[in-house]
């Protein structure tokens, strides 16, 4: 599934724009905050007045348009009536924001981050975008119609947006109250009391935080996401958010860095983030810095299942909700398929060849489609099986929500 | 952008060595030795890691290393000892003194139609008017708990047999909850009794006031009779069809079971959990017997060596396990609470078992002639004349007076382990308790003497057997051990094992 497409933007188009695509011409009074997207030129420049901005797959000719344009746009099959899309001026850049059938929809807060984690799915840009960003998404929020199930707001690291951050997740607030809204975080500033505070005092009815412990060793935890002290910080945050009140899950993604103290690291979770509703243990995604850090980090997942199993039995006796992402069914021992879940967003899910044939197919999470380059290598098809062998797959209670990245 | 990844040692201590937090520890058997923080989290090591340990000769890198910084004995200037974290684990430890005292007993008549040859206090007589709590008594009492600064109360009847004094209870329960809505508590009530004497009216009355029973069991008939002898030596029977009659109309959650253990009981430890499992029940408290009272008078009869109890208690541990492990979820009371101490962030209330000592602090109890002691032995040891742990009377004594009083803190000078010689350097003190009461009624002073104390070995000796299950891991075990704590059934643990 496309998220991103470009083409060449307009001299007369300067800021970035944000709206609504509608891929058939409106009547004068409903083109306000919408993107028209068609494959020709209109023959007459009036038929452009009153959108945001035009997108076509035609050459535009040096002619001025009275609207910011990006033309000779390589692919617009994937945009849809109604979609959310940013026009970026400079480089023609076209992303999709927001998809109103889709489940899997982020709020994208910042590229910026305070850590860097060996394998960084989304790697930081250290520029300052914090105010740029945190107008796209409120001029987002303005423009989603229907209330979406769940967002997810991501990064970089959101909370260096600061006071911004609380005024999207205020803005969301009052839009959608029934939204289930889950924020991925470091969680290392709410070792600050008065930021934890003020993100209290905003009073989301439905919120959680999702923040990554990697090790119960100080010192691993700090390697694996690059950043001394950031261990301390994490677990007093986790602390301060417990004592305000607010909601989280701890996740943890499984690698060669990781694996050896997971039992160890269960253990500390249930000690000392008892509160914690949920934890996610996950499969690595080859994507980001990954790939360039693969030799530190590789270990096929059919090896690590003794440590898997180990944490997963150790938490779920001990009463603590846990989930395995972005595992496949048939390298999963299957005394852990009842915790698999179907994890990976749609736009980035796959099943590759070997699936064709397999008999499960329908209840595993399948890949992220960057797998295709590696993965364990033990995937097998797995022949059909009886209904109640399968009702066990995800059958342990669910979190309310499931966040992959 | 080009970004630098650093190597590991980047992130470890610069400085070497590392400093100790606070922890205890003690040899386990002959390979092994326990390793116990301030917080009750333990290390299980080969023997020699203690002294490696403190001799700062752990190896920085090594597993153990990790282990113990992570679980705070030890901390080195790669991170903070986040101490915060420490303190907050130690409240949630000792969470149960919030409120302060949680449950009032009281006695609410000293009249029973039993005699059973452990009982400490009761009395065969038709006499109302002197053995039976006056209404006086009981609206002064129930003023008295009613002070107690605790969210949430448990009021138990008992007696005697409380229910020959039922006009006593049906004047006590509704005060109760009157004045416990007034002042915004929780109430919950408790009747301990032998049910003999239940008609179908009271055990509508207890379903209507949401009342829960708990009634005494000894086991098969043959030792629940020879224990509880009354007239018609039919106990056995009587307390059979009556438990069964209490569940038809409370409901079958409603009704527990509590077996006193006698010579008789220790050489049948699988006769009567057999019982506890022919009747339904899911936990059995494995109970020591207690040192007062008619007990002591009868020490013949019933008294019985601590090795005897502990081969008792290991056989029946024992034999509870594979019961579990076959399909029938039966929890044992004590390993329950001892295990939810070992094995989780969270303390427990148990007034026999904890430090500070439950007497007084959690527990009180409102004699029929409105004295008032710390705990159900204190008042025995009073019928036996020794008054010592008296703390005043409902009609001449507030409750500032009895918690400032003499008597009262005469009990609390000794209430607390983590400064009683013997306890306070014990790697087990976390999850053990003190005992004054009982030091005062077997050792004649409140302190004890710790190597000659019977509540120190009997409770080593348990808590080091969980520990040997413990440390083979089998997962199974875990299982159940988790299912108690958590008072759910095996199956309701998630079972990562083939289902």
Not at chain 1, 55 to 69: D, F, I, M, N, Y
Request: charged residues 20%.
């Amino acid at each position: 599934m496309r998220l991103t497409t470009g083409g060449t933007p307009s001299k007369s188009f300067r800021r970035p724009v944000v709206g609504k695509v509608s891929r058939e011409a409106l009547r004068e009074g409903e083109r306000a905050d919408r993107i028209l997207v068609i494959d020709r030129i209109p023959a007459h420049v009036g038929e452009l007045a009153g959108y945001s901005g035009f997108l076509t797959t035609a050459k535009v000719e040096r002619q001025r348009s009275p609207v910011p344009t990006i033309s000779s746009v390589h692919e617009i099959d994937h945009l849809r009536t109604n979609d959310i899309v940013a026009m970026e001026p400079n480089n023609g850049f076209i992303r999709t924001l927001y998809r109103p059938d889709s489940n899997h929809n982020v709020i994208f807060a910042t590229h910026r981050c305070n850590s860097n984690c060996l394998m960084c799915s989304q790697p930081p840009q250290d520029r300052d975008d914090a105010a740029a960003s945190a107008e796209r998404n409120l001029q987002l929020i303005r423009l989603i119609d229907k209330p979406p199930a769940r967002l997810v707001i991501t990064g970089g690291e959101p909370t260096l947006l600061g006071e911004r951050l609380l005024t999207i997740i205020a803005a969301l607030r009052d839009k959608f109250p029934e939204t289930y809204l889950h924020m991925l975080t470091n969680g290392r500033i709410f070792a600050w009391p008065a930021f934890t505070a003020r993100l209290a005092e905003v009073k989301h009815p439905d919120f959680v935080l999702g923040i990554p412990l990697y090790s119960d060793d100080s010192t691993i935890h700090d390697y694996v996401v690059q950043a001394q002290g950031a261990f301390d910080q994490t677990v007093i945050g986790l602390h301060q958010l417990a004592r305000y009140g607010l909601r989280v899950e701890i996740r943890v993604v499984l690698h060669a860095v990781t694996v050896p103290r997971l039992a160890q690291l269960a253990e500390y979770i249930y000690r000392n983030l008892t509160f914690a509703e949920h934890i996610a243990l996950m499969g690595l995604e080859n994507i980001g810095y990954t790939p360039r850090n693969m030799a530190k980090l590789w270990v096929d997942p059919h090896d690590y299942q003794d440590q898997l199993e180990e944490a997963v039995e150790l938490l779920s006796t001990r009463g603590m909700n846990v989930s395995i992402y972005n595992h496949q069914l048939c390298v999963l021992r299957r005394s852990l398929w009842k915790f698999a879940r179907k994890s990976i967003s749609d736009w980035k899910n796959i099943y590759i060849e070997e699936c064709a044939s397999c008999g499960v197919r329908e209840h595993c999470g399948g890949f992220f489609k960057w797998a295709t380059k590696i993965h364990s290598s033990h995937i097998h098809s797995l022949s059909p099986m009886l209904n109640e062998d399968l009702m066990h797959v995800g059958s342990n209670h669910k979190p309310a929500q499931i966040t992959d990245s | 952008m080009a970004r630098v990844f650093y190597p590991i040692e980047s992130y470890s201590a610069s400085q070497v060595g590392y400093r100790l937090l606070p922890f205890r520890f003690l040899r386990l058997d002959d390979d092994n030795e326990l390793l116990v923080n301030e917080v009750g989290e333990f290390v299980i090591a080969p023997s020699g890691t203690a002294q490696i340990l403190v001799r700062k000769q752990l190896t920085r890198g090594s597993d153990v290393y990790s282990t113990l910084k992570a679980k705070q004995f030890i901390a080195d200037d790669s991170s903070s000892p986040l101490l915060d974290l420490l303190a907050t684990k130690y409240r949630t430890k000792y969470s149960f003194i919030e409120g302060f005292t949680k449950l009032h007993i009281f006695v609410v008549t000293l009249r029973c139609d039993h005699s059973c040859h452990y009982c400490q206090v009761s009395r065969q007589t038709a006499d109302k008017n002197t053995y039976d709590m006056s209404f006086e008594t009981a609206e002064k009492s129930v003023s008295l708990m009613m002070k107690s600064p605790a969210r949430h109360i448990t009021l138990e009847l008992q007696g005697g047999e409380p229910l020959l004094a039922f006009d006593v209870i049906r004047h006590i329960v509704p005060l109760a909850k009157r004045r416990a809505k007034l002042l915004d508590k929780d109430l919950d009530i408790v009747v301990t009794t032998n049910l003999a004497n239940a008609t179908d009216d009271m055990l509508f009355y207890l379903r209507d006031e949401n009342i829960k029973i708990s009634t005494s069991l000894d086991g098969p008939a043959f030792i629940h009779n020879a224990n509880r002898p009354r007239p018609g030596n039919n106990s056995y029977e009587l307390t059979i069809q009556n438990i069964e009659r209490a569940r038809k109309i409370l409901g079958p959650g409603r009704v527990a079971a509590l077996m006193t253990t006698t010579q008789l009981s220790l050489e049948h430890p699988r006769e009567i959990i057999d019982e506890y499992v022919r009747q339904g029940f899911h936990s059995i408290f494995l109970r020591p017997i207690s040192p007062y009272g008619f007990a002591v008078k009868t020490k013949k009869r019933t008294g019985y060596q601590l090795d005897a109890f502990m081969d008792f208690y290991r056989t029946g541990l024992d034999y509870i396990l594979q019961i579990n492990r076959e399909g029938y979820g039966l929890a044992e009371v004590y390993a329950k609470i001892l295990l939810t101490k070992i094995l989780t962030p969270y303390g427990t209330g148990f007034v026999d078992l904890q430090s500070p000592a439950g007497a007084g602090i959690n527990v009180l109890v409102y004699n029929y002639d409105g004295d008032v002691y710390a705990t159900d032995e204190s008042r025995m040891l009073a019928e036996m004349g020794d008054h010592t742990f008296r703390l005043g009377n409902v009609r001449t004594h507030t409750h500032r007076d009895i918690f400032t009083g003499d008597a009262f803190l005469n009990l609390v000078s000794a209430s607390c382990n983590q400064s009683l010689a013997g306890c306070s350097d014990c790697a087990l003190q976390p999850y053990c308790g003190s005992d004054p009461v009982f030091n005062h009624a077997t050792q004649g002073d409140v302190f004890g003497h710790r190597p000659t104390s019977e509540f120190c070995q009997r409770n080593m000796g348990i808590i080091k057997h969980l520990f040997g299950l413990i440390s083979n891991q089998d997962p199974e075990i875990m299982r159940i051990c988790f299912a108690w704590i958590q008072n759910s059934s095996l199956h309701e643990i998630s079972k990562a094992g083939p289902s």
